[in-house]
């Protein structure tokens, strides 16, 4: 891992087009500015990590599964 | 077994056609103007972009998400109006922009579905993570819901 040392107000590009600025520094918490193109997908660790694991949990899918689930669909 | 058409308006005039494999459905042939790319792919896929909508069920709303990239990925997907008739979250309209979807009706939403095996009655739906794709570009991606009313794990059917 890289590791950097900024103070608030400074900041850091990854590659061209990505600028993480470090807006304020309190306590504990940084406020990070990230400014990227929209096709870089920039999220909080947590909600990323949620999100991939129910797309990994998501895509074991089988068609029985949605042949069962068609049918309860149909029942309700 | 329908592959639906992204924009059945639009009659592509020679669109090639291409067998492709899949997991569910064996081989399949695949038009060129079915094709659906999700830039970025979805998380913890992210490397593959190229997808097939597939009805499944007549007489229920459950289509296939299927990946060309790699045989075995394949999504079980639902438009959340199914699940819930005020699905509105804040970003489609950022998302909609990013996408360059010009009119509502282009813009087509999907939330996945995670069926745990053997437990169907169980299924949930990731409205946190919603797939938008534009019908008349076929472009698409998965946007990031941070609404505390739209779980991850939205229960479909009555416990």
Redesign the interface.
């Known amino acids: 891992m890289l590791i950097l040392t900024r103070k608030s107000g400074e900041g850091l590009f990854i590659g061209d087009d990505i600028r993480i600025t470090i807006l304020e520094i309190r306590g504990k918490q940084i406020r990070l500015g990230i400014e990227a193109p929209?096709?870089?997908?920039v999220?909080r660790e947590e909600?990323?990590r949620?999100?991939?694991?129910?797309?990994?949990?998501?895509?074991?899918?089988?068609?029985v599964?949605?042949?069962?689930?068609?049918q309860?669909?149909?029942q309700? | 077994m329908k592959i639906m058409a992204s924009d059945p308006q639009t009659t592509s005039t020679d669109p090639a056609v291409f067998t492709t494999k899949t997991r569910?459905?064996g081989s399949i042939e695949v038009r060129s103007d079915q094709i659906i790319y999700l830039?970025?792919g979805?998380?913890?896929?992210?490397q593959y972009h190229r997808y097939i909508l597939i009805e499944?069920?007549r007489?229920?709303?459950?289509l296939?998400l299927q990946c060309l990239d790699k045989e075995g990925?394949?999504?079980?997907v639902v438009d959340p109006r199914n699940l819930l008739s005020d699905y509105q979250p804040s970003p489609l309209a950022q998302a909609m922009r990013?996408l360059k979807v010009d009119q509502a009706e282009d813009l087509k939403v999907l939330v996945?579905?995670?069926?745990p095996?053997g437990k169907?009655?169980e299924?949930t739906a990731?409205l946190?993570?919603p797939v938008v794709i534009n019908l008349k570009t076929r472009q698409g991606r998965?946007i990031?819901v941070?609404d505390p009313q739209y779980s991850?794990?939205h229960r479909?059917?009555?416990a």
């Open positions: 929209t096709s870089v997908v999220l909600i990323y949620r999100i991939q694991e129910e797309n990994l949990q998501a895509a074991g899918a089988r068609d599964d949605v042949s069962e689930i068609a309860l669909w149909r309700e | 569910n459905f830039d970025p979805l998380l913890g896929f992210i499944h069920h007489e229920a709303p459950f296939w990925l394949a999504f079980v990013d996945i579905l995670t069926i095996p169907p009655q299924m990731n946190m993570g998965q990031i941070e991850h794990k479909v059917l009555p």
